[in-house]
């Protein structure tokens, strides 16, 4: 196999397979990238056997074949090379050999005939904007459970239907949730668990492709795909039974405030480095007029910080995690958010100011303080 590549291009295409190559495994061809040559490109694949990504980038291609490079190390030599042509050619014994101007080196790869191979996309049931699912992501992405013990909570909860696409996180402590109509045909009603590193490199491809993109979206029995123009995303389906989060929701609140959002922000980032490193816990005391968020550590010290607000009810006193609230007050763009409660002892919730649908609430438990 024999071609000639764009460095840039190459660059571009090898950084985005970065986040699914296997960095640490015990099967060593999971650390390599697939190389197929033929026609005028070249297609680059990386799986993690979780995970899969294949990019296409265009090639002078003078004799086509397939092959395999380690991922990373190709990817940090690459990216030093000057803005130039790279010629690449493998020999038979798996020797990789790249000559760009007065460069030359020989890197060890491996057969590509042991490379696992990924499913086809089936037909796709939805084309869904690139933009609106990153958005979607973003607002909800934080609130996955990191306990890999805790397996159906460590990734997404995607509800497509032909009239709303939604998505759902949660630890058991926090819950996101977000929904937006589907302005797009959508055939038939899905609901299926999307791991936290297929929204991750969904992320990252969208940046890439750009906001006006479409992703078609496909699903098989064990996979999800997602397909970028040339690029294609896949991803096992996470096995298991979501939480009935419409338990959750609450259905109704006693009583509602509206903060400034970059405001109430500043003042928990404040308050919260006085909080105690593992519970990260404060306390959100609401008053008439009022609303004082407030942390101590007795061998620190405290903090305490007052917002006005137009609040005329009876005085409540409820502990929050600083951290879980500060995760919501950096993904809304709104100025102004609304918190709604009920008593000490009820979860709390947060909402973009003017959401009256509720297309994106973040509901929190409380903490004893």
């Known amino acids: 196999m024999e071609f000639i590549v764009s460095k840039t291009d190459l660059v571009r295409e090898l950084n985005l397979s970065q986040g699914v190559v296997e960095k640490r495994t015990t099967i060593p061809i999971l650390s390599n990238i697939l190389v197929e040559a033929g026609g005028d490109a070249i297609t680059l694949t990386a799986t993690d056997l979780e995970l899969g990504i294949r990019c296409r980038c265009p090639a002078q291609v003078k004799h086509g074949g397939t092959g395999t490079i380690p991922a990373r190390r190709l990817l940090d030599y690459v990216r030093l090379l000057p803005a130039a042509d790279i010629q690449v050619k493998f020999t038979e014994n798996h020797w990789v050999n790249l000559v760009c101007g007065r460069s030359r080196t020989r890197i060890a790869g491996m057969s590509g005939e042991s490379f696992p191979e990924l499913p086809k996309p089936p037909e796709p049931i939805a084309e869904i904007p690139a ?49 937006r109509a589907a302005e797009f045909p959508v055939a038939g009603s899905h609901r299926t668990l999307l791991p936290k590193k297929a929204m991750s490199e969904i992320l990252k491809l969208t940046l890439e492709c750009g906001p006006e993109a479409k992703i078609a979206f496909g699903t098989s029995e064990n996979h ?20 009935d989060y419409n338990r959750v929701l609450p259905k109704e609140h006693s009583h509602r405030i509206r903060l400034p959002r970059e405001e109430f922000r500043a003042a928990i980032e404040r308050v919260a480095q ?96």
């Open 131 to 179: 933009a609106l699912l990153a958005t979607m992501i973003e607002k909800t992405i934080f609130a996955i459970s990191s306990e890999e013990s805790r397996f159906t909570l460590t990734g997404a909860l995607v509800v497509l239907k032909q009239d709303q696409i939604a998505l759902v996180t949660t630890d058991g402590h926090r819950l996101a949730y977000i929904e």
């Open 224 to 243: 999800l795909f997602f397909q970028f123009g040339e690029r294609l995303l896949l991803s096992r389906k996470l096995t298991g039974n979501f939480p």
């Open 274 to 369: 006085f909080s105690d490193e593992r519970s990260h816990a404060i306390r959100v005391q609401v008053r008439p007029a009022e609303l004082v968020v407030h942390s101590s550590i007795s061998e620190t010290g405290e903090s305490e910080e007052t917002l006005p607000v137009e609040y005329d009810g009876p005085e409540v006193t409820i502990g929050f995690n600083a951290q879980y609230m500060l995760d919501f007050l950096r993904a809304v763009g709104e100025q102004e958010v609304n918190f709604c409660f009920k008593d000490a002892g009820a979860a709390g919730e947060f909402r973009p100011d003017g959401d009256s649908k509720g297309e994106y609430r973040y509901v929190l438990m409380p903490m004893r303080i």
